[in-house]
């Protein structure tokens, strides 16, 4: 989808002359029959010329791609671009066959062929514009597109939507606030479920290893008890008497040595 008037700027080429043309100055549609009439080009400042909507080769992102500088007409050629145009002039009004005013003409939006018309914006209340989105109607049956006014019927009112705007966006928001809540609440009580489960498991994996090893403490106490019961019940055993150790036989004295006789003298 494209809006009319981010198309203007665009330059106009020739496909078989590889020359720029001029450059697009409008969009001309039919809000009656919903279709695209044609383009205004601006050859240089003050002239203008038109070229219909048969003879556009291609409305592309960056360009417009006409055949040849042959498809360029005065606009006294193509009198319905003239009638429909709203560049120059004051912007047409919109209103209902029973007198009521909707506000005044804004975007036009377009398919990418830029060959039919999807919708129109109407301008009207600014603060109501800003608060709930500018309002959006459809080409209906019926409407009018005059020099001045499109006059629209009674039943397009009912047709007209608010797409976007600051309560739209506030509603979003909040929806958004709302879903994420809930999900979190959701999460959370998954999480809780677990860690309640984990715990109730492992609660009763301690409760098992603690009776476990309750019974073996228990177990050996009883074991220490008897064997308690048992030592007193049955006294130890008198240890034998030490025998005293044997004397020793004495040891038998040694013979006085003998004294030797004196030596006699020679003299005698």
């Known amino acids: ?15 078989h002359e590889g020359r720029i043309l001029g450059r697009l100055a409008e969009c001309v549609v039919d809000l009656a029959s919903g279709t695209v009439l044609g383009l205004i080009v601006e050859l240089k400042p003050g002239e203008e010329t038109g070229i219909a909507r048969k003879d556009i080769t291609a409305v592309g992102r960056d360009a417009v791609m006409v055949s040849s500088a042959e498809v360029l007409k005065p606009l006294a050629d193509l009198p319905a671009l003239a009638k429909h145009r709203t560049g120059g002039k004051t912007v047409p009004q919109v209103l209902t066959k029973s007198g009521q005013v909707l506000g005044t003409l804004g975007l036009v939006h377009v398919d990418e ?23 959006t109607v459809t080409v209906s049956t019926g409407t009018v597109h005059g020099a001045d006014a499109i006059v629209v019927p009674d039943s397009a009112v009912a047709a007209i939507r608010r797409p976007g705007g600051l309560r739209a966006r506030l509603e979003k928001a909040v929806g958004v606030v709302r879903d994420t809540a809930t999900q979190v609440g959701g999460r959370m009580t998954t999480a809780a479920g677990k860690v309640k489960s984990a715990t109730g498991a492992a609660t009763e ?11 073996v403490v228990e177990d050996r106490a009883g074991d220490a008890v008897k064997a308690v019961k048992q030592r007193i019940a049955e006294p130890p055993a008198k240890p034998a008497a030490k025998k005293a150790p044997a004397k020793a036989a004495p040891k038998p004295k040694a013979a006085p040595k003998k004294k030797a006789a004196p030596k006699k003298s020679a003299k005698a």
């Open 1 to 15: 989808m494209k809006n009319t008037r981010d198309l203007i700027g665009l330059n106009v080429f020739s496909v």
């Open 113 to 135: 062929a830029v060959e039919k018309v999807l919708n129109y914006e109407i301008s009207g209340d600014l603060m109501q514009a800003i608060a709930d989105g500018p309002a």
């Open 205 to 215: 994996t301690a409760v098992k290893r603690a009776k476990a090893a309750a019974e």
